[in-house]
């Protein structure tokens, strides 16, 4: 318990830079009222291709499914930023946010997040991607079916996992090899961990 405690205090760490600070509503006279989260809303799934497209997660971007055919089109790292968020409103429907965070160990980057899944940009390109344990995050998975709560037993079934040994981010871990690697994060140790994040390219981490 302490360590999913710990997992999830990294991940809202990481996607600090993807998401705007909410307005903090405070009650008549009172300056010290607990500030009341809003309720989250559906994820949209509402693109005009949503229907007939599916996006799956790969270490060189997203590749997108054609469902009736099964063709796949990879949206390659280093598109232009237009490109990118074009290609996921098509699907995910329009954006949620922009956001741009100036103190990024990789340099200054900019957001545009759809439900789970981030889009981050560099100098105007297409540079990394980060998916969270969020509303919107179960229409995203590898084309081996790996996605947020693919346990690690069920994992090790198609890929080879990689455990990142002293992470600061906590159970941090990759698959695949060469340019096509995607890294990721389990809730706890052990086999019946269950995925919370996963992630690609360059991302604002603070370890």
């Given at each position: 318990m302490i360590m999913r405690k710990l997992v999830a205090l990294f991940i809202l760490a990481a996607l600090a830079a993807c998401k705007p600070a909410a307005d903090k509503p405070v009650a008549d006279g009172d300056d010290k009222a607990v500030p009341t989260a809003p309720a989250v809303p559906e994820a949209k799934a509402d693109g005009p291709a949503a229907a007939t497209l599916a996006v799956s997660l790969d270490?060189?971007?997203l590749r997108f499914i054609d469902k009736a055919t099964g063709k796949a089109s990879l949206l390659s790292f280093g598109v232009p930023r237009a490109q990118a968020e074009t290609a996921l409103a098509n699907v995910a429907g329009k954006e949620d946010d922009r956001s741009t965070n100036e103190e990024c160990?990789?340099?200054?980057m900019e957001f545009t997040r759809y439900?789970?899944?981030t889009l981050n940009f560099q100098g105007g390109k297409f540079v990394g991607w980060f998916?969270?344990?969020e509303n919107g995050a179960a229409s995203y998975s590898t084309m081996s079916g790996i996605g947020i709560g693919t346990t690690r037993a069920k994992a090790k079934?198609?890929?080879?996992?990689?455990?990142?040994e002293d992470s600061t981010l906590g159970e941090e871990f990759s698959i695949g090899t060469g340019d096509n690697v995607i890294g990721g994060m389990f809730a706890e140790p052990g086999d019946a961990?269950?995925?919370?994040?996963?992630?690609?390219?360059t991302n604002c981490f603070f370890r």
């Open positions: 270490g060189e971007g160990g990789a340099g200054t439900d789970a899944m998916l969270g344990n079934e198609s890929v080879a996992i990689v455990d990142l961990a269950k995925i919370d994040a996963l992630f690609a390219g």
